[in-house]
């Protein structure tokens, strides 16, 4: 079962507007949780990141939401430029009882100029 | 700092045949992780190592799959005999431990397999 679930595989926004990406968990325990960017050919690299202490974490134009009671967090890209297009990735851990981290299925988000 | 370095970069090989995927990890981390990446199930783990020490591989989907770390600088995924199901992205990952435990994993490029 995914543990981790990005219900929208794809994402198209205009330039200069708002990115937003979803993030649904399922297991309460998760307290760490993640954005990877991915490009075509290349491996994930970190984002930003959201203890679960918190409800917001913000760097530059991106911010991460955690909603804990829903069980959902969100990645807001302020403005959006072309070179956010990629594959993004959640991820969630136990930050100080686990090792896994549980990655989602990714949204590919597409900036058109 | 080198990254983690990952090869073949590509892989193309028959169904029956062996694969043996390499991850050099980034020097000082402890643990390493090794991922599938399909389109169903994204980045799904098969299995990780602390100092060496294979910790958890309920995610390897078959026996077919084995890893070995023999050392701390060097990693391989092999399967053996390959299948057309098999073909995917396989990425090494690496990380420390710090006080509060993971901050990130760090990815290497990854090794696309295609099974004929």
């Known amino acids: 079962d995914q543990q981790v679930k990005q219900n929208s595989p794809s994402l198209s926004v205009q330039e200069g507007r708002i990115s937003i990406l979803n993030c649904d968990y399922t297991?309460?325990?998760?307290?760490?949780f993640l954005w990877y960017k991915k490009y075509p050919a290349e491996g994930p690299t970190f984002l930003i990141s959201?203890?679960?202490?918190?409800d917001k974490n913000e760097d530059g134009r991106f911010t991460v939401f955690l909603n804990k009671s829903a069980k959902h967090l969100s990645l807001h890209i302020v403005p959006s430029q072309p070179g956010d297009s990629a594959v993004y990735f959640c991820?969630?851990?136990?930050?100080?009882?686990?090792?896994?981290?549980?990655f989602g299925t990714g949204t590919s988000l597409t900036v058109i100029p | 700092d080198a990254g983690v370095i990952q090869s073949p970069r590509h892989e193309v090989t028959e169904m029956g045949q062996e694969v043996t995927l390499r991850c050099k990890p980034i020097s000082g981390h402890d643990y390493l992780f090794w991922y599938r990446q399909t389109m169903m199930r994204g980045l799904e783990l098969l299995i990780y190592f602390n100092n060496n020490v294979p910790i958890d591989d309920s995610g390897m989907p078959e026996d077919r799959f084995s890893a070995k770390m023999p050392n701390a600088s060097f990693s391989t995924l092999k399967i053996q005999p390959s299948e057309p199901r098999d073909s995917a992205v396989y990425f090494c990952?690496?990380?420390?431990?710090?006080?509060?435990?993971?901050?990130?994993?760090?990815f290497g490029e990854g090794s696309r397999l295609t099974v004929l």
């Open positions: 959201i203890s679960s202490i918190k």
């Open positions: 990952a690496s990380s420390f431990w710090e006080r509060g435990g993971h901050r990130e994993l760090f």
């Open positions: 297991n309460s325990m998760f307290d760490y």
């Open positions: 991820a969630a851990s136990r930050r100080n009882t686990g090792n896994q981290f549980y």
